[in-house]
């Protein structure tokens, strides 16, 4: 079920990516079919960008994303860790 939800999103990325090309929706339930796409490694993660026919994150291209956002992004994830933390502490007392 949970391949069911996310493959068409998944492909209406990459239909995208390709200039909204038809793609395909394989049933992986089947043998065959899984084994048609099991060498597929196409992947919009930006960790595989330095690969060789990876698409970019994004339809829009590269996204230079300043290092600030990651900072605050970070800065809101130690906040909430340490009131979670704190919450914790205080439900155990």
Request: aromatic share 10%; net charge neutral; with cysteine.
């Amino acid at each position: 079920m949970a391949m069911d939800m996310t493959l068409p999103g998944i492909l209406a990325y990459r239909s995208a990516y390709s200039g909204n090309i038809c793609l395909e929706v394989p049933d992986f339930r089947k043998e065959e079919v899984r084994k048609k796409y099991e060498n597929d490694r196409w992947s919009p993660d930006p960790k595989d960008k330095n690969i060789p026919g990876q698409p970019y994150p994004s339809v829009l291209g590269e996204i230079e994303i300043p290092e600030q956002i990651y900072e605050k992004i970070e800065k809101k994830r130690r906040t909430y860790l340490e009131e979670y933390e704190k919450k914790l502490k205080n439900e155990k007392s």
